[in-house]
């Protein structure tokens, strides 16, 4: 039942909130100022390497999860989309944790990775969505995602749960392996409770982000920048946009640009910034000057400070809460789905159906 709302998908970018919420409850013990994960037969104390393997947009929160757990853990991670995993031979060394994301659980080619880590002895685990699933029946550690059904081919609220259980998933090994201070893990948790604050505050530019859709909906090629952390948010952003909208989309690491993709760009190619106010703000801003001196037409999506330093010269701006950097993916999915969303509508294509896709890719 859609309730309200005109389809799934924009139902399921509306529940954020509530869901990674739920999500969060069961991973965070707010009280006490600790993260906590489901009780295993493993310690998460010996892991020596993490190896994260999924498709598509599960496989984007492989990437930011990259970044948290080599931050927190100082573990190295490699992450494969599950189609290349098996077949590159992968090394998977003792201490390997294998770790598979998928909402449906069902994917073939994540599934047969699964199967692979476990014949070589590996222990595994995975952050699913579906809890009756094959994946969810086979991993030795079930992490759940508390989504809820999805229903829209393109996915919004299992990305944003999966992040979330990534994040605590991150922290758990941190601690395990000494490297995360009593106090770095309340700051940890503080900051993780606020996620969905400061999503209902990002939920309230919708009308902003669906007066831009139009701009958007007559390109024939769509850029999106990030840097960290957010690199991968923009590789999902320009997913999103193209799998629903049928625009030529490519997310890019900022500082990339400037290494090819930038002979792209002229006044008929919208750039959607994605670049929270931070460490690494002026690095990608300087990015995004370049392509404004070529003529590119700027999406700027940050926060206040950040706008306030660079937002002058941008087609457009949305301004997010300020958040940690830590979180900012969370929180900046939000606008980067509402845009996919009102330029797919204003495209009229069949939003939660898009041609050529299936919700459950079950054949590899
Ligand atoms: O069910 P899964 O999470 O394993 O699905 C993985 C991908 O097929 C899925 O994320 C796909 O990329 C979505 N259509 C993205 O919106």
Redesign the pocket.
């Known amino acids: 039942d859609k309730g309200n709302h005109r389809h799934f998908m924009q139902k399921e970018i509306y529940e954020q909130p509530v869901v990674v919420a739920q999500t969060l409850s069961s991973y965070l013990r707010t009280l006490e100022a600790k993260v906590a994960l489901p009780d295993m037969e493993f310690d998460l104390g010996s892991v020596e390497r993490v190896a994260i393997v ?5 496989s984007y929160v492989g990437a930011i999860g990259k970044y948290w757990l080599e931050q927190m853990a100082r573990v190295p991670v490699e992450v494969d989309v599950a189609s290349e995993f098996r077949y590159r031979e992968p090394v998977l060394g003792p201490n390997t944790l294998g770790l598979v ?7 073939a080619d ?1 599934l047969a990775a699964l199967r692979h880590m476990k014949s070589e002895g590996v222990t595994t685990a995975g952050i699913i969505n579906v809890p009756t699933s094959s994946m969810a029946r086979e991993v030795d550690l079930l992490l759940p995602t508390h989504a809820g059904p999805e229903i829209g ?3 919004t609220k ?1 990305f944003t749960c999966q992040l979330a259980v990534m994040a605590a998933l991150a922290a758990n090994i941190a601690r395990a392996k000494g490297k995360l201070s009593d106090a770095d893990e309340a700051v940890l948790v503080k900051h993780l409770a606020e996620v969905p604050a400061a999503m209902n505050a990002a939920l309230a530019h919708d009308a902003e982000i669906e007066g831009m859709a139009h701009t958007i909906a007559g390109a024939r090629d769509v850029l999106y920048l990030g840097r960290g952390p957010d690199y991968p948010l923009a590789l999902e952003g320009a ?2 946009l193209k ?1 629903i909208s049928y625009i030529h989309a490519e997310g890019y690491a900022a500082g990339e640009m400037k290494h090819g993709p930038i002979a792209l760009i002229d006044e008929s190619v919208p750039v959607i910034v994605i670049a929270p106010s931070g460490p690494l703000f002026d690095k990608t801003v300087s990015n995004m000057q370049e392509v404004q001196a070529r003529g590119g037409k700027v999406v700027l999506i940050s926060d206040s400070e950040g706008l306030a330093q660079a937002g002058e010269g941008a087609l457009a701006t949305i301004e997010m809460p300020k958040v940690h950097p830590l979180i900012a993916p969370l929180v900046y999915a939000v606008p980067v789905q509402l845009l996919a969303y009102h330029v797919a509508v204003v495209k009229g294509t069949d939003v939660d159906q898009p041609r050529n ?1 299936a ?3 079950t054949v590899e």
């Not at 999924?54 to 599960?58: D, E, H, K, L, P």
């Not at 994301?101 to 994917?107: A, F, P, R």
């Open positions: 999924a498709c598509g947009t599960a994301i998928s909402q449906s659980g069902e994917t994540t081919v393109a996915s299992a997913l999103k799998e896709l919700k459950s890719v």
